[in-house]
């Protein structure tokens, strides 16, 4: 079976992928049939050679889950069932969460401070603090309340019953 799938290319910490058409029992390294685009998650890029994705597609390759939202993001899914595909620009645009947890320590570092290098930083410190306290109180521990049936056994005697 044939999988549209992506091959990480790139250095660490650093991830750029090809969109290929490979054989589902090849490594993710391996050799591809056809190279159809690229995906570029740190600057945002997206290219795609449609006429051959649809190609593979027409002839039954299957998508992995993170090329078929990439080609529903690029209104690619649509026109290869006949409708007038529409591409998402802010798709790839969007916070993911990691980043904002980043920008949320961020904020709570910039509050800290006693005034932020920039005047416009002000109102987004403002805005992400609360989602960092949000976080902050998620990430403590509940306090400990003892059990009916933990008070009952602290009052017990410790020794053996006799009768």
């Not at 799938?5 to 250095?11: E, Y």
């Not at 939202?69 to 006949?82: P, S």
């Not at 969460?97 to 932020?116: I, N, Q, S, V, W």
Request: no cysteine.
């Amino acid at each position: 079976m044939v999988k549209l799938r992506l091959k990480r290319m790139g250095r660490k910490r650093r991830p750029f992928y090809r969109i290929v058409a490979m054989t589902d029992n090849q490594s993710r390294s391996g050799q591809a049939l056809e190279e159809l685009g690229t995906y570029d998650p740190v600057h945002s890029r997206f290219d795609v050679n449609e006429d051959a994705a649809i190609t593979w597609l027409n002839n039954g390759a299957q998508m992995t889950p993170t090329v078929h939202d990439l080609f529903n993001n690029k209104g690619l899914l649509a026109r290869w069932r006949g409708f007038e595909g529409v591409e998402n620009e802010n798709a790839l645009k969007a916070d993911k969460p990691k980043r904002r947890k980043k920008l949320a320590g961020a904020a709570t570092a910039a509050t800290a401070d006693d005034a932020p290098a920039d005047a416009a930083e002000a109102p987004e410190a403002v805005a992400e603090a609360p989602e960092a306290e949000v976080a902050e109180q998620a990430a403590e521990p509940a306090p400990e309340e003892a059990t009916p049936a933990e008070d009952a056994a602290e009052q017990a005697p410790s020794g053996t019953e006799e009768s």
